[in-house]
C-alpha cells in the first residue's frame, strides 16, 4: 500500500512512495506527529539520480524489518533537496560542521522542534569499512532519545545556536579591486593541475565558474596564463569519458583525475553551465572543438531534457538496466570489444577501439570502457568517424535508457534558456534560440504568479508548492537578460526587473546588503539558509550579484547596480583564499571592473549591415558586457533610447563608466571597441 509520498509531484519521492516505511513529506504535520507520539525525526534527503540514494533505498528502505523498526521508533521524513534546497542547505551546513563531510543520501536525526542532534550520510545494512550498520545507527539513536534526553536537547540546542551564529555580512567590505582578482588568479594556479587540467584531484567536478572567470579575467589583462588553464582543462574534459563522445553532453563528475571514468548522471545544470561556458571559449579563440562541444551539448539538452511542455528536465540517472535486468551505473553508456564488433564489424571496431579508447582491460568494471578521444596518431577519416559515431549511437538508442527526472526546476532552467540562447546566436541556430524562448515562456506561465513570485519546480504542466529560492529568482533573471540581449525583446527585461526587485525586497538585508537564500516571508527554518560559495551551481548570491550588474547596464537602475556592488563583498573577502568556490562571484566582479559595457545597436531588422552589427556586439569579449539592439529611438530597451542612424546606416554605440564613444556603422571598428584596452 503507497504510503504518503504518493501524492507528492517530486519524482524523488514519488520512488520512495511503495517503501515500507511510513514516510512523510517535509510538513508541519510530520513535526506535529513527532511531538504527539513522542518520537525523533528520521530527515532522509536525497533526489532522483542519486546512485548511493537508490542504493541506500534498495538496501534499508525496502527491506520489511528495517521499515518496521523505522515505523515503530521514529517519523521518517523523506526530501527531495532539489525540491527543497533551503532544508538540505540548512542541514547540511550541520553534517558538514559535525562531521568535516558531507554528501547525499544524507541521514539527520531531529527532535520535533526541528533540531538536529545526529548525523550521517550513507549507512550499510551492515557494518563495513569502519562504519556502523544503519540498524545499528536507529538503535543508538532511538536509547539515547529513551535514555538520555536531556543530553540529546542540549547537544541539539547547541547546534542549533551554533549554526544561527553563522550569518554572514560582507557588504563593508568594498568592491572586489584588481588585486583580489590578481589573488583568486593566484590561488587558481597553485591549485591547477597542469598534467591533467582542472583543479585539485579526485573527484574532479567541471569547474565551469571558475572557467568563466579564466575567460573573462584574459578578455579584461591580456592574462595567457588564465585562457591557457581554460583551453586545456576544457579539452581534457572534451575528450575524456567525462563527455558523452557519441550523444554529446557532460556527466557529473569524473571519479578519477584523468577525467576517464565519470559518475554517469547528467544533471541540467552542469550542461547548462558547460554548453556557455565551451561557447564563451569558442567566442575567445575560435576553437573547433569548443564549436562542437557547445552545439553539441545543446542539442542534448533539447533531445533527451526537453519536457512537453517546453522546460527542461531536471536529470538522467547514472543507473539503467544492463539487459539482464540488473540496474547498473553506466550501463548505458560503456563499451567492451565484443559489442563494438557485434555493431560494426571486426574492421570497423578496431578503429573504433583505437579511436575511442576502448580495451580489453577496459576503463571501466568488468572489462568495459568508457568513450573518450585518446590523441591520435597520424590523419583521421572525419567521415568514417561520423559514420562510427551514428552507428554506435544508434545501436546504444537500443538499450534500456536511463530514468529521467522529469520536474522543472526554475533555477537551472534559467541556466539553460542563458545557454541556449548565446549558443543559437553565436552558431546561426535559431532553433536553439527558440527552445531558449519556450522554455522562458514556460517559467512566466506556470512558475511566475501574478506578483512576479517563483514557484522552484514543476511537474507535467502543474507548479509544485514550494517557494523559489534567492537562486531561482538570480537565474530565471539571468536568463532572462540573455533572451533580452538575443532577441532585442524588451519583455525579457521586463520581467527579469520583476525578479530582481523581489531579490532586493525580500532577500537582501537592508542595512548590510547580505543576501539571504529564501525569502524574508519564506517558511521559518533553524536557521535561515545563506551561502555565498558556488558549488554545483552558481550561488544565489553570485548569481544575483550577476543579474543585479546586468540589469543596471541595461537600464541604468542605480538601486540594482548598488546592491550588485555590496553583493560582490563576499568576493573582496574569500576571491584570494577560495577562488575554487567563488568562481562566478569572480567573473561578475571582473564585469564590474570592466564597466560593464553598454552596447546598443539600431537599424532595421534585415539589413545586412545591421546584422553585421549585432553579431559583431553578441560576439564581444568584454567581460559583462550587455547588448541592446533594434529600430533607431526605440523605447524596447532603454539602451536604444536617443540612438539614430548615422547617416542613415546602422550604428552602434558603447558606453562604459558613463562615458560614451562615438558611434561606429564599421563591425571591425566595432569589434575592436569591445576588446579590453589592459588585454
Known sequence: MPNRLAHETSPYLLQHADNPVDWWPWSAEAFEESRRTNRPVLLSVGYSSCHWCHVMAHESFEDEATAAYLNEHFVSVKVDREERPDVDAVYMEAVQAATGQGGWPMTVFLTPDAEPFYFGTYFPPEPRHGMASFRQVLEGVSGAWTERRDEVAEVAGKITRDLAEREMNFGDSGVPGEEDLAGALLGLTREYDATRGGFGGAPKFPPSMVIEFLLRHHARTGSEGALQMAVDTCGRMARGGLYDQLGGGFARYSVDRDWVVPHFEKMLYDNALLCRVYAHLWRATGSGLAR???????????????????????????????????????????????????????????????????????????????????????????????????????????RPAPGRDDKVVAAWNGLAVAALAETGAYFDRPDLVEAAIGAADLLVRLHMDEHARLARTSKDGRAGANAGVLEDYADVAEGFLALASVTGEGVWLEFAGFLLDHVLAQFTDAESGA?????????????RPQDPTDNATPSGWSAAAGALLSYAAQTGAEPHRAAAERALGVVKSLGPRAPRFIGWGLAVAEALLDGPREVAVVGESGDPAMTALRRTALLGTAPGAVVATGVPESDELPLLAGRPLVDGRPAAYVCRHFVCDAPTTDPEELRETLVSPNA
Open 515 to 527: 543576501l539571504y537564500d529564501t525569502a524574508a516571508d519564506a517558511e521559518q527554518l533553524i536557521r
Open 292 to 398: 562542437r562541444v557547445a552545439l553539441e551539448t545543446a542539442d542534448f539538452l533539447v533531445r533527451e531534457l526537453r519536457t512537453a511542455e517546453g522546460g527542461f528536465a531536471s536529470a538522467l540517472d547514472a543507473d539503467s538496466d544492463d539487459g539482464s535486468g540488473r540496474h547498473v551505473e553506466g550501463a548505458y553508456y560503456v563499451w567492451t570489444p565484443a559489442q563494438l564488433r557485434e555493431v560494426l564489424g571486426d574492421a570497423d571496431a578496431e578503429l573504433a577501439a583505437r579511436y575511442f579508447g576502448v580495451t580489453e582491460e577496459g576503463t571501466f568494471e568488468e572489462g568495459a570502457s568508457v568513450l573518450q578521444l585518446p590523441r591520435q596518431e597520424g590523419a583521421v577519416d572525419a567521415e568514417k568517424v561520423t559514420s562510427l559515431r551514428e552507428r554506435l549511437l544508434a545501436a546504444r538508442a537500443g
